[in-house]
Structure formats: C-alpha cells, structure tokens
C-alpha cells in the first residue's frame, strides 16, 4: 500500500509542474463562465443560504470496454446526485471521478471518502476466447480522494483504493484537468495515469497454467503490478440554473507487465482502451433537512 501511494504521489507531483503555467477558469452550473476564476473561490460567505439546498440529480450513459482490457464494449448508465447549499457554487468534477464526498473542503483543497466500481469479466461476455478463464466478479473498490488546485485554473485529484469485493488488490489513480470556458461552455482536458498492485494485476490479467490448459490458445502468464495511462477531454453546455449537458471522451493505453498479458492481446483484448459518454444534470431548490 505505501509503495502505490508512493509512486501515486511522485505523479501529482509531475503533473502539477506540467500543467501549473496555464491560465483559465472554471464555471458554476448558473454561473457566469466569463469570470477569471474558479467561482468556488469567489464564494461571498453572506451570500450562502443555510436553509436551502441546490440538488443536482444527473443521468449518465457511457461506452466503455467490456471489462479490462477488453476489445469489445458495452454502455452503462448511472445516476448521480450532488447537494450543496444555496450561493455555493457547485465543485468541477469529471466522469471518470469515483463517487466521492467531502470530509474537508475549502477552496483549493479538499478530502474525504470516495468509490469505484470494476467491470467484471464472465465467460459469457466472450465465450470463444474466455473458455476455460474462471469469472472475474465486478469489484467495489472504497478509498480516499484528495484535490488540490496549484493554481485557480488547474485540478489534481488523487485517489487510493482497496478491493473488498471482486479482488483484494491495492489501486491508485492521479489526475489533473486544464479548465477552458467559453461563454456557456466549459472544456476541460488533462492526463491520467493508473497503478495497481500484483495482487489486481493476476486478477485480471494473470492466466494460471490451470487456465491455460483449459483454454489451449494461451501461455500461463504472471503480471506483477498495473499501469495504464492516457487523457480525457469534456465538454459542459450550460443551458441555465436548472439544466447542464456534458460530453466526454477518454483514451487509456495498458502498460507494462498487464499490458502483455496474454488477455490484452488480440485477438484476446486490446490494450487501447476507449471510453465515451454523455451526461444531463437537472438542479432544483428545496428546504434543507438537516
């Protein structure tokens, strides 16, 4: 676990030297996108109404491979919620975010828990080539999140994560996005960069000589850790205070060990994976609960 959140580190870091001279600035969903500035850090405290909450409820739908390092895909689609209170902008966040909340936040850094869910891998999704493979179960991945803004116009985000369900491995992920609005536009675009330990790496793209047997078209192969990296691009269309469209685009290349597993390769998987996805958020006022 230290050595991912090691390594996951000495990649924000990079990150954030490689981005930190770009100048733009973020939009609020209602807000005008024409500010220099992120408006989170714009907030005006006597502005804030405690008794009113925005929620944001959003319909996701996305294309993504199968499972990992597939070479065929599926579209999945989600829900997604987002509560704050009245004259708090609301916070940038991209698709591929896992499902986080704050336990500190402030205007250029905040903390707290968050989530994923991994595609399983099923004989059924590709009974040619997974014959003999035993199932991968989907997988729940809790963990922690950080944010940091190094400057008003650029996010670094890093998550680690422990499989408890579906694989027991250890899991990282560093992002940073670059900001662009335009009128009622927002674009956004920025690398990623994935790391998992030994233990993930066999799970999804080890081959036992049991399986390999089995199968008779593979080796027995042991990758020994997971590195992907690649960028995603959005788009964010504001129509008004009530309705937001977002288009996005993601390309992922599979590295290293688990990208020559046997599994990656065609006519088995391909380790250039895609992702591609549209979202709709709808925001509405109510009374606070709490």
Request: hydrophobic letters at 40%; proline letters at 8%; a neutral charge.
């Amino acid at each position: 676990m230290s050595d991912v959140l090691r390594r996951v580190g000495l990649s924000v870091g990079a990150l954030t030297l490689t981005l930190a001279a770009v100048p733009t600035s973020a939009a609020d969903l209602g807000a005008a996108s024409s500010r220099s500035a992120p408006v989170f850090t714009q907030v005006d405290p006597n502005a804030v109404d405690p008794n009113t909450w925005i929620v944001t409820v959003s319909a996701s739908l996305q294309a993504i491979p199968r499972y990992p390092g597939a070479s065929d895909y599926t579209a999945v689609g989600y829900p997604g919620i987002d509560i704050r209170k009245a004259g708090e902008p609301r916070r940038f966040s991209t698709p591929d975010d896992g499902f986080s909340f704050s336990f500190y936040d402030d205007p250029s850094f905040r903390i707290g828990p968050t989530a994923r869910i991994v595609p399983g891998r099923y004989y059924g999704d590709d009974r040619r080539h997974l014959y003999g493979f035993r199932d991968a179960r989907i997988a729940l991945e809790p963990g922690v999140f950080a944010e940091f803004y190094p400057t008003p116009f650029i996010r670094t985000r890093v998550e680690a994560r422990q499989g408890v369900y579906g694989h027991h491995g250890t899991v990282g992920s560093v992002a940073a996005d670059y900001l662009m609005p335009a009128g009622q536009f927002l674009f956004s675009i920025g690398p990623r960069f994935n790391i998992g330990d030994a233990s993930y790496a066999r799970k999804y793209f080890g081959v036992s000589p049991a399986e390999a047997a089995l199968n008779g078209r593979v080796t027995p192969y042991n990758p020994g850790s997971f590195y992907a990296a690649g960028v995603l691009g959005a788009v964010t269309y504001t129509q008004d205070e009530t309705w937001a469209y977002t288009g996005y685009a993601g390309y992922t290349r599979i590295l290293g060990a688990s990208g020559d597993s046997p599994l990656v390769r065609r006519p088995f998987g391909n380790p250039d994976q895609f992702q591609f996805g549209l979202k709709v958020d709808y925001a509405f006022r109510m009374p606070a609960q709490f």
